[in-house]
């Protein structure tokens, strides 16, 4: 979860930005310290102990999960491959903003998509009237279907009822909202686009991408902030280990650099100020952040049984072992310092997928360079991962920004990426490192590594949590 670098409201007795005190029915709620374990609801959370066995993986065909395309849209483009060549450059996507005019912000740096085209996806009609986190959600969806083997020519050969779409968003239409504000006061209500409400709501990114492709199965959105991404892998998975669905399109996007959304997180205190060098501003883990830096985009899955894939001879890319999601249940913003909702979310998420921690060795951080947050997640691994010297953790957001809600869906992209090229992207702008990281940041330099076991974290505004675990795929 993001956290606020200065509270900037005064809080009310019931403002949920007041942190809670203690609480006199179960004190154990809010007063629980690191290694402290007096209420057994959360004595489960601290078992991470080599001593704890866990569940064996999931053996069905019907029930394992495997990933068999991958779709982005991002600040580096639309190819997968270029995306992730980029990232193990260490190439920063962060820049001035020059989509409108930033100049009275006090901070004019995101990282913004230029010259993005959905030409050959999206008809030319519909394109002019969408809003861009429903444009950028359409080209990764038909794209991570095209990576599956499954264009619009072969979708006839599978069963449409049999496959879903969840793709999240944490904030959907914000741009044409903003807009359509704009035109309200300037313009009068009969200048409000008929298409206000239903290119807003979030649950139309899965919607439009049924509705075009006929696709019959399970169908919604999540919307848990910068955790909605994970939430609907972990969904999309559950639909299939059901038997709900066969396939399912999963993941999330976020268009959210507008005045509007800019404005709205500079209110909140959130944004780096580093506009003098915005390319160095995102700089998880290091000393000097002062604050995350604005991304947008989307990162779809196709993610199938394994008895589905093998049918049709589907492209395996990797193996979705499991994942977790719960709730801090502390504050609006601001992460526990302990990080304890958070280690009780991987140990969900490593329980569910029936791995043990001994066999991670990657983690693709959630790591958004704020003060609180950067410190609260890794408090959390260390809850979970006793010995630091096995594991290496990355930040991709240290070159792409925060994507909020697509966070987790491009991140995934990367931990996929990392797991089957045997190369881990580096954490850019590691000048002057947090003596109490204790993990590999692979600092500023790609490494080489073979993933055993990833795991990937998000989580959102709202105390919201979502872990998810892949590995290479092995028969």
Known sequence: MEALQAQSLRPSPLNPLQKPKSNTHFPNVSSLRPGTS??????????????????????????????????????????????????????????????????????????????????????????RRLDDYL??????????????????????????????????????????????????????????????????????ASALLAIELGLRGPNYSISTAC???????????????????????????????APMGLGGFVACRALSQRNDDPQTASRPWDKDRDGFVMGEGAGVLVMESLEHAEKRGAPIIAEYLGGGVNCDAYHMTDPRADGLGVSSCIQRSLQDAGVS???????????????????????????????????????????IGHCLGAAGGLEAIATLKA???????????????????????????????????AISNSFGFGGHNSVVAFSAFKP
Request: glycine letters at 8%; a positive charge.
């Open 38 to 127: 007096k209420s057994k609801r959360f004595s489960t959370i601290t078992a991470s102990s080599p001593t704890v066995s866990a569940p064996k993986r999931q053996k069905d065909p019907k029930k394992r999960v495997v990933i068999t395309g991958m779709g982005l849209a991002s600040v580096f483009g639309t190819d997968v491959h270029v995306y992730y060549e980029k990232l193990l450059a260490g190439e920063s996507g962060v820049g001035p903003i020059d989509r409108f005019d930033a100049s009275l912000f006090p901070t004019r740096f995101a990282g913004q998509i230029r010259g993005f085209t959905t030409q050959g996806y999206v008809d030319a009609k519909a394109d």
């Open 135 to 204: 444009r950028y959600s359409m080209v990764a969806g038909k794209k991570a279907l095209e990576d599956a083997d499954l264009g619009v020519d072969k979708l006839t050969k599978i069963d449409k009822e049999r496959v879903g779409v969840l793709v999240g968003s944490g904030m959907g239409g914000l741009t044409l909202l903003s807009d359509s504000i704009q035109n309200l006061i300037q313009k009068g209500v009969k200048k409000i686009s008929p298409f206000l409400v239903p290119y807003t709501i979030t649950n139309m």
């Open 227 to 257: 955790a909605s991404s994970n939430h609907c892998f972990n969904a999309a998975a559950n639909h299939i280990r059901q038997g709900d669905a066969e396939l399912m399109i999963a993941g999330g996007t976020e268009a959210v650099i």
């Open 357 to 399: 921690p001994e066999e991670v060795n990657y983690i693709n951080a959630h790591a958004t360079s704020t003060l609180a947050g950067d410190m609260a997640e890794i408090n959390a691994i260390k809850r979970i991962f006793k010995n630091t010297s096995d594991i290496k953790i990355n930040a991709t957001k240290s070159m």
């Open 419 to 453: 797991i089957t090229t045997g190369w881990l992207h580096p954490t850019i702008n590691q000048f002057n490192p947090e003596p109490w990281i204790e993990f590999d940041t692979v600092a500023n330099t790609k490494q080489q590594h073979e993933v055993n076991v």
